[in-house]
């Protein structure tokens, strides 16, 4: 039986594990996004994050193509009431579309509502921080959101911990909306600044946090043992840094917790994220249903104390 966490102190809940939706409308056509949507609401898991940016970095696209994809998945479904929908603004659509400006982020919901076939998003969230845009503007404009119905909490991503920390302290100090959720990028190996300078602040302002990237782009399912087996993929420059001594060696870490627990490297990687002091639910994609599977074993593998022994002198920062 899966244990739902709240986000923040809302009165909203999510299982522990959040399907990542960038691989929706590039790799992953319709058809596959439909079953893998259908596959993970069956087992019991009712988050789903996006980003209106998603994806923008594929030649021919312009963004929104995720949230799309999610919407007439929604609309064929019916299970809108089912799922706990996140999605972000902020990261540069166009020249004039970019920033968390009150006009920017009025029209960026209306069009991310349109896509999504929704009236309401669960958790709408800051992209990127937006330093030329005051934090009490951008604020307010989340106010309105809320009071209309169309949002019904928030949440950031990518803000230092300064920056975190003080749109905390407008929100409280103004009475307006204050972030519920922050998104870090935290994994086995990419462990240091959640742990030492965000995790501090999300702990003491009751934060959820969802992280990303927690395979660090696949490396820790262990599918690329040497840069050959990454040059064709289209990950590969976002894996080429993990290739070092220390990365290798967490990758044989993995191995043998897995071996040991019977299951894969990368739901061993995974079910570390989940059970890390302060996590609420990790972030992770597939793109067919074997791999969404292996994610969804993580939710139920408890690591022991050897297994985090091991996997902690690996991954030492």
């Known amino acids: 039986m899966l244990q739902n966490r709240k986000l923040g102190v809302s009165e909203i809940t999510i299982a522990p594990l959040v399907f990542g939706t960038n691989v929706f409308g590039w790799p992953t056509d319709e058809n596959m996004t439909f079953k893998l949507l259908d596959y993970f609401t069956e087992q019991g898991f009712n988050a789903i994050d996006t980003a209106d940016v998603y994806s923008k970095w594929v030649d021919g696209h312009v963004g929104g193509e995720s949230e799309l994809a999610i919407g007439k998945w929604l609309k ?25 400006s009150r006009k920017y982020i009025i029209s960026a919901v209306e069009a991310s509502l349109k896509r999504l076939n929704t009236d309401y998003i669960d958790l709408y969230q800051s992209h990127y921080d937006d330093p030329e845009t005051p934090i009490e503007e951008t604020l307010s404009a989340y106010e309105l959101l809320i009071k209309e119905g169309k949002i019904r909490i928030i949440g950031a991503s990518n803000f230092t911990p300064e920056r975190l920390e003080k749109s905390l302290q407008v929100g409280r100090d103004n009475n307006l909306p204050v972030y519920q959720t922050f998104q870090p990028e935290y994994n086995l190996y990419d462990r240091a600044n959640f742990e030492e300078n965000i995790r501090p602040i999300t702990t ?3 934060l959820s946090v969802i992280s990303y ?3 660090a782009s696949g490396f820790l399912t262990g599918k690329y043992k040497s840069l050959d087996d990454a040059k064709d993929s289209k990950r590969a420059g976002f894996v080429e ?3 070092t001594d220390r990365g290798l060696n967490i990758l044989k870490a993995l191995d043998q917790v897995a071996e040991k627990n019977e ?27 074997d791999q969404l599977a292996d994610l969804i074993k993580a939710t139920t593998i408890t690591l022991d104390q050897e297994d985090i022994a091991l996997l902690a002198t690996a991954s030492n920062i």
Do not use: C, H, M
Not at 76 to 100: F, Y
């Open 263 to 289: 299951t894969t490297a990368g739901s061993i990687a995974l079910a570390w994220v989940i059970q890390q002091p302060g996590i609420t639910a990790p972030i992770a994609s597939a793109t067919n249903i």
């Open 241 to 243: 840094k993990y290739f």
């Open 76 to 100: 064929q479904s019916g299970k809108r009431d089912k799922i706990v929908l996140a999605t972000k603004l902020g990261a540069e659509l166009a020249p004039d579309k970019k920033g968390l």
């Open 213 to 215: 990237f927690s395979l």
């Open 204 to 206: 003491a302002n009751n």
